[in-house]
């Protein structure tokens, strides 16, 4: 089994509606991210935890929101999807202690989302 | 800011025709520089991570090496099953979590 799960893999909405994207991880790190990947651009960080109780924005989080339900599992709501939200999605997620991989991040499949 | 390019966009190769990507980085420190492959439709494998300049790592067909301003993944004598998009991230020694990633590389190589 995948150590970094999403739900959906694909997913299509309308603009004005509300979804959440689920990421859940069986590899026990405490650290989850979640990113956009748009053709052309690396990717962004939206969100990141270091653990349930510490969340923080990233650098394109404006029309986004996050909830850390347990150590495995990070959600990514789009309050009011808009066009402009399609994109690829990827959560990922590292392990602090793991000095020697210097904090390397494992990416989930991802989810493929269009918003009409 | 961290910056971070890569180049080409797009490489064509043939099978066995070796050759090298670039990642160019401007970074306040280099905590790590890494190497991710990914398929369509798949996220992102993590392949290397490089730490100082002067480093090489290898894994098959694929070395990458650092320089203070770049790094490069060099592919030898490729086969259609490394065709994928190569990215590039880089993390700085302020941010122990945050990847500046590049917009990535395509290579497709032809049998």
């Known amino acids: 089994d995948a150590d970094v799960t999403q739900t959906p893999r694909n997913r299509i909405t309308k603009t004005g509606k509300r979804i959440m994207l689920e990421c859940s991880q069986t590899?026990?790190?405490?650290?989850m991210y979640w990113y956009r990947q748009d053709p052309g651009l690396g990717l962004r960080l939206i969100y990141y935890?270091?653990?349930?109780?510490?969340?923080n924005k990233g650098e394109i989080s404006d029309g986004y929101s996050v909830s850390r339900q347990a150590q495995a599992k990070f959600s990514l709501s789009l309050e009011s999807a808009i066009p402009n939200q399609t994109a690829l999605y990827f959560c990922?997620?590292?392990?602090?202690?793991?000095?020697?991989?210097?904090?390397?991040?494992?990416f989930g499949p991802g989810t493929r989302l269009l918003v009409l | 800011e961290d910056q971070v390019t890569q180049s080409p966009e797009a490489l064509r190769l043939q099978e066995g025709e070796s050759s090298s990507l670039n990642c160019s980085y401007t970074v306040s420190g280099l905590r790590g520089l890494f190497w991710y492959r990914q398929d369509p439709g798949k996220g992102p494998e993590f392949l290397f991570t490089?730490?100082?300049a002067g480093e090489e790592k290898e894994k098959e067909r694929l070395k990458a090496t650092l320089t203070k301003k770049e790094s490069f993944l060099h592919i030898t004598a490729p086969k259609p099953e490394d065709s994928a998009t190569y990215l590039c991230?880089?993390?700085?020694?302020?941010?122990?979590?945050?990847?500046?990633f590049g917009a990535g590389t395509t290579v497709t190589v032809r049998a």
């Open positions: 590899k026990g790190h405490d650290r």
């Open positions: 991230a880089v993390q700085a020694g302020s941010n122990d979590y945050k990847l500046s």
């Open positions: 490089l730490y100082s």
């Open positions: 935890s270091f653990d349930v109780k510490d969340i």
């Open positions: 990922a997620t590292s392990d602090p202690t793991d000095r020697s991989y210097q904090e390397t991040q494992y």
